[in-house]
């Protein structure tokens, strides 16, 4: 059976991509709060079950992969880059990090900077649209281009000239952030959203939330702010303490990332804001987002990206690409991180790994040993 008629087999079964409420919940019903609170539910339940590719080539040996990072300051940026790292290495490949320091401009020089080293492939966590140039030319060469958060949604990208672009449907987790803070308001809050919509996935990301939010009754969005993240050191502290003074508490908060709550928090305890009075919902699934969500220090949930498996699939992903097979056809459903289930699915361990065993799954299609 391939891949994709495995999908259609699980989909048909409510497993994967069809089961995100984002396809069959465009809107709230009748009584918002209580299909919120039902959607939130279902988010922070276990993800145990493999819908991944269950075939592959054979990678070959010796091939050469460039990953450009959007920011190494940026916990997951970083990560990424620690994780293909070790997927290269059980084939054998050669593999490099550029770092592109946070700005399009610098993401540009990156990238001719992973072109010069010739790669069979590049990954990047950077926005495409904003690389349009540099990708046409790697492709032009035959270089094989794979986005991670690249692109507004997951999959192939023939616009954008990505092979596939990898992450969770971003409508998806805006909606399951505003679920989360539906159900956690009993429907009645005032809003800020917090936004870097130099990425397209966070711009999606927030307008699913925003538009989410906007269908109860109940809830009202004071603010919608967009900046680039690299600016979020500077922007947060004064964006928190003007959102406190113009809008009062209790207050509810939402982010594309947790790492803009690194700087909010610290603005809102100088403020004497009680973790009960700020409410703050990001998506990622940061180290320090879990660090903050198991304390009860005012961030009570994000929705995770399953890192370590993401990175996974983009060197699979590049190996079909460089075979000419085409993509997985892979997304892994959005996860919502609670202090109810924090400690769950790789919680511990401050991050979000599947309980599905990812990497014993990859390696056992690309015929290697662990």
């Given amino acids: 059976m391939t891949t994709w008629s495995r999908r259609n087999l699980l989909a048909s079964a409510g497993i994967g991509i069809a089961a995100s409420p984002l396809f069959r919940r465009p809107a709230l019903a009748a009584d918002p709060v209580a299909e919120a609170r039902a959607a939130a539910a279902r988010y922070a339940g276990p993800q145990t079950v493999w819908t991944g590719p269950i075939s592959a080539p054979k990678p070959e040996p010796g091939r050469t992969i460039v990953y450009l990072s959007g920011d190494e300051q940026n916990d997951i940026s970083h990560l990424y880059g620690v994780y293909m790292g070790q997927a290269a290495r059980h084939l054998g490949w050669n593999y490099s990090v550029i770092d592109g320091k946070g700005s399009p401009a610098t993401w540009v020089a990156g990238f001719n900077q992973a072109i010069a080293l010739n790669p069979q492939g590049i990954a990047i966590f950077a926005d495409a649209k904003s690389l349009q140039g540099p990708i046409q030319t790697a492709v032009g060469k035959g270089i094989k281009v794979v986005g991670l958060h690249a692109a507004s949604l997951p999959g192939p990208q023939p616009d954008l000239h990505l092979f596939v672009n990898i992450e969770e449907d971003a409508r998806a987790i805006g909606q399951a952030q505003a679920d989360w803070v539906i159900a956690q308001s009993n429907g009645n809050a005032r809003v800020v959203i917090v936004t870097h919509n130099e990425y397209e996935i966070a711009q999606t990301k927030s307008y699913a939330t925003r538009d989410r939010l906007k269908a109860c009754p109940g809830i009202t969005v004071v603010d919608y702010v967009s900046f680039p993240a690299s600016a979020a050191a500077q922007r947060m502290p004064q964006l928190t303490t003007s959102w406190v003074q113009r809008f009062g508490l209790p207050l509810y908060v939402t982010s594309v990332g947790d790492n803009d709550f690194d700087f909010a928090v610290p603005a809102l305890r100088s403020a004497g804001v009680k973790p009960s009075q700020a409410n703050l919902t990001g ?54 991180v609670t202090a109810a289930n924090v400690d769950r699915e790789g919680g511990k361990e401050d991050t979000f790994i599947p309980d599905n065993h990812y990497i014993e799954h990859y390696l056992a299609i690309w015929g290697v040993k662990s």
């Fill in 283 to 336: 998506s990622d699934g940061n180290r320090s987002a879990y660090a903050r969500i198991r304390a009860g220090e005012y961030q009570t949930a994000t929705v995770a990206e399953p890192i370590g498996l993401q990175a996974y699939q983009a060197i699979d992903e590049l190996n079909r690409a460089i075979q000419n097979a085409p993509p997985s056809g892979f997304v892994q459903p959005p996860y919502l």
